[in-house]
Structures are given as C-alpha cells and as structure tokens.
C-alpha cells in the first residue's frame, strides 16, 4: 500500500501503543478494518490520533484520514450555532433522535474555542444530550483541544472524514459563537443552522455581525406557552429583515421557522426543511461547489495563517513589528512604509 | 531637515519634474509651503507624485506625506457607499454644499477599482456634481488607478493626508461598492453613510452581505413625489431590520433618515446626524481609537498580501500551488498536509 503524496509507505502492521495503560496496541491496518466496520471504540482510537500532537501519532492519522477521503461516503453535515441560553442542546437532541428514527446514523462535534480555558465548556458533559448519547447510532465527540481555531478547525474536519468513513451519514458541528468560530462552521458543513428564541425589544438584539447573512434556516425555539406569541413576532421580523439581503448564491431562499425542542414542536419541519436544502442544492450543484470551496478555504487559510506565523515566531521580527506598530500609532511612519521596512528586514534576515 | 524613519534627508530645494511639458520644476519645499497655504494647484502636483509608481516620485512622496501627517489637523472623514442608480452624485453635490456652506473645505475623493478597466466610471466627470465643481472651497479628484484595491486604497488615504494638509478639513471617499471597496472605505473614514432609495418588495433586495452592518446612517434617498410613501415603509423595514443587530461599540445606534437630493430635502438633517455622530465619538473616544486601528489594519493587510505576493509572483512556487490545489480537490491530498508540502517547497526555496 503505497501513498505517494505523504512519501511514505503504510505498513498495516505498524502497532500504534494509546497512552492508557489498559489500551492494547492496535494495527494501523485494524484501526483502518475497525472504522469500515463502523467500529465504535476504534473509531475514538483513531480520533485520539487526529487529536494528537505527537508526529508518529500524525504520521499515522495522515494515513487513515488518506484511506477515509478515499472511500467518499455520502454524508450530509449540519452547521448548528446559537448564543448560550437559546437550548441548542435540547434542540439537537430532539432533532437528532428524529434524524436517528429515519435510519440514519448521527455524529455530533462541536468548535468551541473557549473550552481550550475551561475544558469541557461544550459538551463536556454528555448528559445535556440525554437521549443521542444512550444511543448507539450517535456518536457524541467533545471539542478537540488547540491553541488556536484554525487547529480545532481543521482536528473537526479530520474527526468528521473518519466519522464519515466509520458509516456515521450525518454529522452536526455545533458552536457557541466564540470569535470567528461560527465561520469555521460555516466552512465544515452543507447547511447552516441559527438557533434563536422569542424575545421583545432588546432581546431580539445581539446577532453577531455576519452571522444571519450565513444563515441558510432560522429556527426560533422555545415557541411554546406564554412565548408562542413572541415567537411568532420573532419569525416575522426575521422574516423581513432577510428579505433585505442579497439572494444566495445556492438559490436557497432563507426560511425562519418556531420550534419547541422540548415539547417536540416544529422539529420535524426543521428537519424536512433541511432535506428541502439537501434536495436542491444536490441538484444545482451547490453542494460538490460549496465543499470543494471549503477545501480551498481551509488550504488558503491555513497556507496564510502558517506563513506569517513561520516569520512572526521569531523574536526579533516580532518585536520589529510591535516597534513598527508603536512609530505608526505615533504618527513618525505611515502604515505603508511601515510594511516596507518590515519585509525588508524579514528578506535580510531569511533569504537566500 | 532629517527624516530618520525613512533613512533619508530632505532637500527642501531638489527639484521635481512633472512630466506635463508646460509644468516648470517646483522644489519639494515649494510643495510643502503650497500645500500649507492651501495651493489647489500645488496640491494636484502633490498628489499626482503620490499616484506615480516611479521611485523618484514616491521617495518625495513619502516626504509629503511625512510632512502633512506631523501637521496632525483635525478632520472628519465620511464614507458614503450605494449601489448606482440611488442618486449618489446628486446626494454628495447636495450634502457638500451644505458643508461648504458652513464654512468647511470639503475634499471629495472616491475608491472604485473597476475604474481601472474602464477608466473614469466615477468622478470621471466632475459636472456630476455641478455645484461642487464650481466651489473653490471644494476639490474633487478622480479615483486613482492601481493594479489592486490595496493599492487603490494606499494611494486614496495618502491623497487624504495631503488635501487634510492643505486645509479640507471635511473628506467625502465614495464607492460605487464593487469587490472589498465598502470596506475599505469603511477602514478610510470616521463615519459610513449607506444610500439606499425606496422601492417595494424585489427592489428592496440586494444589499450586499455586511454593509447593511458596517452602515452607521441609512439614507433613503429620493423620497419625494410618489416614492415618498415607499420611502417611508423602506424607513420602518430597514429601522426593524437594524435592531436585530448588535449594538456598534461606538455606543451609536444607527439611524435610518429618508431625504430628496433633488428637493433639497432631509439633507440638512442627515448633516446634523453626521455631526452627532461626531461629538458622541469624539467625546466617547470611539473616533481616535478607531483611527489608530485603521492605521493598524492598513498596516497589517498590506503586510499580509505583499509577503503572499512575495512568493506567489515566483512562477514555481505559484504552480505548485496551483498543483496542490488540483488534487485537494481530487481528494489526494488533504488541504492541511498540502499546507505542509507548499511551505516545505518556500523553504527550501528561498531560506538561508
């Protein structure tokens, strides 16, 4: 078995040893057979690999996340955000025991950025999702841990190709919305989903710059009891605010709908309406269109991130440009000669 | 007189040749003594050096610049952006006359990279604003032409340097919105006027994504004859819309203001909204702070894309990207291993 782009060949029966004592070492060749099988316990081996930071680990979740594109399993992924307190947990816990009920088996990551601080700020604790995590045909993964998002961006895209490989057709990636995480999200799944409740006034303030723009369905939850009625404010204002945009380039016309996540209301229309996105964006091309943009995205991005991260890790350019940033914040050089100077000093110090 | 940020002196009396035969010399101290006093003629030169890509011009450029920006005078910097056909011009002849009027300079310039092809879309004609052209306390230029809108933008916050030098204390950067122009002009100015005009339903579509969001006052132009009562329902549709969004950390709250550019009609009120717009960021120290940030992003932007262009001008190292991006989207390489092989390609290219 030779793969020539990461000029190494694959031995099946390289032993790969997981830190925990009790772990017997398993075979690359059986973590490749165990995700096939859909493999629950080889599944999370081998996303504890992805995860990694060791290079022997790397070298090997290189191999597997190879093997899996290679197999390009169907799958649909759902991109969930919503701000704290909105009940994301119940939301996707209700709808992903409808999506389970239809013969579908469901992966649940999370991108939460924050949680690097406070580990486990996201589902940490599986029990939030009480129904999806006694059910076997869901698999519930953490946030992975990185110091920095275009790292658990790209530790969520791998856990989802072998979730995807493993048989799991689909996956949601949700987020809280910390920083640029509702772009990572955006940029990893088919469909977006925005999770709102009812509110007046003030309440109904407080969305994200750019992120009702991404939004392809707007769900208002908590539509139940005394907030019925708000909530039917809530999805006319929304309604009318997204007529005021751009149509999108998927034709996709946004749709706002009210659901109860705990009283089961609405959900299953979600879900149809998310398979109404599937359906046509199948069929228009939108879908293929939109996830070979999204590796360019993450290759445009990473190449850029690591680029400038390669000069700025080194002390003295580093302290060259807070130097530069000072004199620009004091008026002595204009932001444009200020990046002259600095790519000089950065083609004397490296170039050939 | 030293200049020791741009390892250069300055001799007042070096002498600039402009290559119109009929312009004799002018000595770079005659420039800055010109433009001090408010010279029109003087400060055309200057910023025709500021436009040039000759070394020359740009090494005596760079002085000017030097120069203007240690006078530190105070100004206002408004955006104006909407899309064509919303009566632009018109709106920006009737506003600056108000401003001159009230005993301001007003300096109109404008970003429109598609004026690069088809040179002179914007401003090409100043009888566009008949009024405006004729005032000796106005002064309009023309987009300057550039291979890129960064380099449209340096030369415009340059060009806007210079006229706040030589006294126009009051700045208009307009943009027709094609490609990232809103948002630079958004990182150019202290205030960002969205034009809109009233129509129903279909027509009230189209706002590009993110600058409903950038837009610190709305302007419903043209609301007078029959479109007044469609003016007034753009006004409750866009002032609804507004409050589902985040309030701007300047403290403002954006607001939507109907007028008639033609009847001379709510332009007075949008200029006193402008100026409210000004005391709460002055006093609130929003305008510094977003000035020095703007100064920051210029900085960082320009750094970020001249280091990219760095290696992607050389032939090899753009192919290989080009490559690598080919089997990204044949699915032989991962987006992030072929991150890894396109720096290991710059390395060993051109480190020491």
Not at 20 to 32: C, E, N, T, Y
Not at 64 to 76: A, G
Not at 243 to 253: A, D, G, R
Not at 278 to 295: D, F, G, S, V
Request: some cysteine; overall charge neutral.
């Amino acid at each position: 078995m030779a793969n020539k782009e990461n000029n190494i060949s694959i031995n099946p029966n390289a032993q790969v040893i997981f830190n925990r004592k009790k772990s017997a070492p398993i075979s690359v060749g059986d973590l490749m057979i165990g995700i096939e099988k859909g493999d629950r316990y080889i599944l999370s081996k081998a996303i504890t690999l992805v995860e990694s930071n060791q290079i022997e680990d790397q070298s090997i979740a290189n191999q597997l996340i190879d093997f899996c594109i290679n197999k390009k399993p169907e799958s649909l992924r759902i991109g969930i955000t919503g701000t704290p307190g909105v009940g994301k947990s119940t939301f996707i816990d209700t709808l992903g025991t409808q999506i389970i009920n239809e013969n579908h088996k469901l992966a649940v990551l999370a991108i939460d950025p924050s949680s690097n601080i406070s580990r486990g700020s996201i589902l940490g604790d599986k029990t939030r999702m009480e129904r999806l995590s006694m059910n076997l045909n869901a698999y519930i993964r953490p946030t992975p841990s990185a110091d920095n998002l275009g790292g658990v961006a790209r530790k969520t895209r791998e856990t989802m190709i072998l979730c995807e490989a493993a048989g799991f057709d689909t996956i949601i990636i949700e987020t809280v919305g910390v920083g640029q995480s509702e772009t990572a999200v955006y940029q990893l799944t088919d469909v977006f989903l925005l999770i709102l409740q009812p509110g007046a006034g003030d309440e109904l303030q407080g969305i994200k710059r750019g992120i009702m723009e991404m939004a392809d369905i707007l769900a208002i939850n908590k539509a139940d009891g005394e907030r019925l009625s708000m909530a039917k404010f809530a999805k006319a204002a929304y309604t009318s605010a997204l007529h005021l945009f751009q149509p999108k380039t998927s034709n996709w016309i946004p749709k706002v709908l009210t659901c109860s996540s705990t009283e089961e209301n609405g959900i299953l229309d979600i879900w149809n309406t998310i398979q109404s996105f599937q359906n046509l964006t199948i069929a228009n091309n939108y879908k293929i269109n939109k996830r070979n943009h999204q590796k360019l995205y993450w290759f445009e991005e990473t190449f850029q991130n690591k680029l400038l991260n390669f000069y700025l890790e080194n002390k003295e350019i580093a302290d060259y440009k807070e130097e530069l940033e000072m004199k620009i914040l004091a008026d002595t050089v204009t932001p444009f000669l200020a990046v002259d100077k600095l790519l000089q000093k950065i083609i004397d110090k490296y170039q050939k």
